[in-house]
């Protein structure tokens, strides 16, 4: 086979990847003629933690499997990624445990389609409801939003259904007593900032990127709303997802005591159908690339054996399991 033909298949294959995206493109062929498996990583939003992790475990996974290829996306997050790992559209994905646990039931998002095959292979972190204002604004308490413009965060993702749920808790209709603006993190953040927006929510890790940019910003002082009150009547109505979370101060600049809020779990998941080998190796992968994930972004740094096989409302995949049995630590 001539030179210029083998550049003609390799640009063909791209091209061919390209067009039916990232998962349907498994039987490429690397230089050394080894089957190559693209990955690809269902994160969230640029501003948020779900998307430098992600890069993050892309990296790893390229460094040390052989042949896997595997790429962060940009996503809406937590329901929109459920519903890429359901159609196969994605083989990893982050999301929240409350919005996990709507996926496995078929319920709310997902009453339509039904459960999702969705399996676990660790839990990550503890995620952090961030409800975030000036400190100008004279807004104090979530029953202060009433009759504010207010971005719940983008349609799909977890933090959406958070919100939501939130607002419902502390007596607001969100459809009647505030207006509200599906915004991304990094366009709520922007938007609090022009005087678009009086307030934003967000589930994120601590620090988010697109809230400490805010906070970092010349003229602004942002203030975090508390939010522990409504934990009761959340742990009440869609059980122990929730828990609850403590802010320090200094977290963010202008944060100066410790603020109450609502925790839910992050878990990487995937689909149940994915190869028990291939689902063991990207698990032991996160384990032993701990070090360096965690200089991508520090939640990394809470990832543990301990902490990763409690906390999920799905399954854990057959191949993690065989990990952690391996470790000591499945029960």
Known sequence: MSKRLRACIAIG?????????MVACRDATDRAGGARRFLSI???GTGGVYYPYGGGIAKVLNENLPHVR????VTAASVDNLKLIRDRRADIAFTYADTLDDAVRGRGTFEASGPVPVAALAVLYSNCMHVITLASSGIRTVE????KVISTGSPGSGTEVLALRLLRAAGLDPDRDLRRQGLSVSESAGALKDGKVDAFFFGGGLPTPAVQDLAHTPGIAIRMIPTGQFLPALVDR??????????????YPGIAAPVSAIGSSNVLVV???????????????????????ALIH????KLSLETAVSGSPASYHP?????????GVWK
């Open 70 to 73: 595997a790429t962060a996306e």
């Open 238 to 251: 869609f059980g122990k997802v929730y828990f609850a979370l403590e802010v320090a101060p200094g977290a």
């Open 144 to 147: 202060d939003l009433r009759r």
């Open 298 to 301: 520090p939640e990394a740094r």
């Open 42 to 44: 269902a994160t969230g």
């Open 13 to 21: 294959t791209a091209l061919s990847c390209a067009a039916a995206g």
């Open 271 to 293: 689909h149940t159908a994915m190869d028990e080998q291939l689902a063991y190796d990207i698990t032991r992968v996160l384990f032993d690339k701990q070090t360096e994930l």
């Open 319 to 327: 191949g993690a399991v065989r990990f952690y049995r391996e470790k």
